[in-house]
């Protein structure tokens, strides 16, 4: 096994990785910025070295820096959490040549999982379901109409390089779609450089499932079972569970052997992520693979047993999996809520500031993931998200109790969050009962109109300027298109103000 590694991230998913390490005798060296000189994960590490200043792209993201440190300190190979270099098929092929290890799949695997093209012309030949929808760029407008027009609207138009809802438009009607595919493919060139876009039929109330594989190099590709993502906010997940309550043993078997194949038709290696679209009757959806060890892991190494960073650390090395999947069985149900710094009863506005307080819970069944202390100010560069609270329990029922406890435990003053969120979920029928999609916040959350809101100018300005600082968060403050909640959120704004200014 490797004897020294370095974690390319910060925040809690360096802690997480790093507490693998010491698990099992592996030396770390962390990487800090300038704003992270106290941060949690630069004491945990066995050393630690200073990259930059607090912009990521000065520190976090500076490939070449990362590269030095490991020569270095010896530092045989880099773990790179999620954001940041994690999904970097450039940053994997430096790696490469410089003789490390990148703990996670190859380049080229990134590469085909970071276009959807690409990725659904791959997985269409092992037999995996695509929404119905053209799987190649559009080259030409009025050819497209047609195209869209024969799928039937609602149609989706979506930008190749996307992911995470950016780039996405929803079309409901022929007058409609050629304007919108133009806006489509600026947004898309703009944002990513690249203004392929591809057509979908438009998926009403979708589940968001996710299935967790983990592959080694010698050809073993296993499905840990799925994760329920449903209750989102601008792409950005906050409940997650496994398993799910929508799925059958059926449906479960057939979506996990659809997964496998996704790994399969990129020789995938490491811990990935394959999303699919859940319909109402059954049918499902490739949407994307995600080539990372995802932020909701937990929750799959609750229900499984298993370490998912110790598994990704012995493929990595050239060791195969521990398991095979005829011994891999869901024990109980997992619950993960993501503790935010954000205002849940103004809309999931960032909140910057200083934790006075900090006190986390404890107990059967509980676990925390955190990166957080008492007196701690959040630096406003990065991401927002302080900490993932996870319970287990023997049953789903026996879980949101755990987690109502445990929000209930969970103590931080100076700072909103998104705990009351939590506890709303939690004590909410729909959720109670498991019936949820993706629309599960536009239809049932509405705090907002129990307070005084700030104007859409103040909104804009704060969005604006907090677009450009988390380079993670990003996506969700743009103004992401091809959604009906951003015309339901427009439409409380005017009516909050209204109400009451
Ligand atoms: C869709 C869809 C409906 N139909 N595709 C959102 C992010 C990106 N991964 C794909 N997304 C969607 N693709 C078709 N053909 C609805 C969404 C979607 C969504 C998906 C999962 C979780 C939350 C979502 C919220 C809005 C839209």
Not at 53 to 82: F, R, W
Not at 372 to 384: A, C, G, V
Not at 410 to 415: D, E, P, Q
């Amino acid at each position: 096994m490797f004897s020294k590694i370095l974690i390319a991230n910060r925040g809690e998913i360096a802690i997480r990785v790093m507490r693998t390490c010491r698990e099992m005798g592996i030396k770390t060296v962390a990487v800090y910025s300038e704003a992270d000189v106290m941060a949690r994960h630069v004491r945990y590490a066995d050393e630690a070295y200073c990259i930059g200043p607090a912009a990521s792209s000065e520190s976090y993201l500076k490939m070449d820096t990362i590269i030095e440190v490991c020569n270095k300190t010896g530092a045989q190979a880099v773990h790179p959490g999620y954001g940041f270099l994690s999904e970097n098929a450039v940053f994997a092929r430096k790696l490469q040549d410089n003789g490390i290890v990148l703990i996670g799949p190859t380049p080229e695997a990134m590469e085909i999982m970071g276009s959807k093209i690409a990725s659904k012309q791959a997985v269409e030949k092992f037999g995996v379901p695509l929404v119905p929808g053209i799987n190649e760029a559009i080259v030409d407008a009025d050819e497209a109409l047609q195209v869209a027009i024969d799928i039937g609207f609602p149609v989706l138009i979506k930008a190749s390089a996307g992911g995470g809802g950016k780039g996405m438009r929803a079309v409901y009607q022929k007058e409609e779609f050629l304007s919108a595919l133009v806006a489509a493919q600026n947004e898309a060139r703009s944002a990513f450089g690249d203004d392929s876009v591809f057509i979908e039929k438009y998926v009403g109330n979708p589940r968001h499932i996710e299935f967790q594989i983990m592959a080694d190099t010698f050809g073993n590709v296993c499905h840990l079972f799925e994760r329920e993502c449903s209750i989102q906010r601008r792409h950005q997940k906050l409940v997650e569970e496994a398993p799910s309550v929508a799925l059958t043993e059926e449906i479960r078997a057939k979506m996990g052997e659809a997964a496998v194949n996704v790994a399969r038709a990129c020789n995938y290696t490491g811990a990935g992520t394959v999303e699919f679209l859940l319909g109402d009757n059954g049918s499902f959806y490739f949407l994307e693979m995600n080539t990372r060890l995802q932020v909701e892991h937990p929750v799959t190494e609750m229900i499984t047993g298993l370490d998912l960073v110790k598994e990704q650390l012995n493929v990595a090395f050239g060791l195969p999996l521990s398991f095979n999947q005829n011994e891999l069985t869901i024990n109980g149900h997992a619950i993960e809520l993501r503790v935010c710094a954000e205002n849940p009863f103004q809309q999931f506005l960032p909140n910057v500031g200083t934790v006075n307080t900090y006190l986390i819970p404890a107990g059967p069944g509980v676990r925390v993931d955190d990166c957080m202390e008492s007196n701690m100010e959040i630096p406003i560069y990065y991401d927002n998200m302080l900490a993932k609270l996870v319970v287990w329990g023997k049953d789903r029922n026996q879980a949101i109790a755990r987690m109502k406890r445990a929000i209930q435990e969970y103590i931080i003053t100076g700072i909103q969050t998104t705990l009351p969120f939590g506890e709303f979920v939690m004590s909410h029928p729909n959720f109670i009962s498991g019936d949820i999609d993706t629309h599960f916040i536009q239809n049932f959350y509405h705090p907002e109109s129990e307070f005084e809101s700030i104007t859409e100018e103040e909104l804009a300005l704060l969005a604006t300027g907090v677009a450009f600082l988390f380079e993670e968060t990003k996506s969700q403050l743009q103004n992401s298109v091809g959604e009906q909640n951003n015309q339901a959120e427009h439409s409380a704004w005017q009516t909050n103000r209204r109400s009451s200014r």
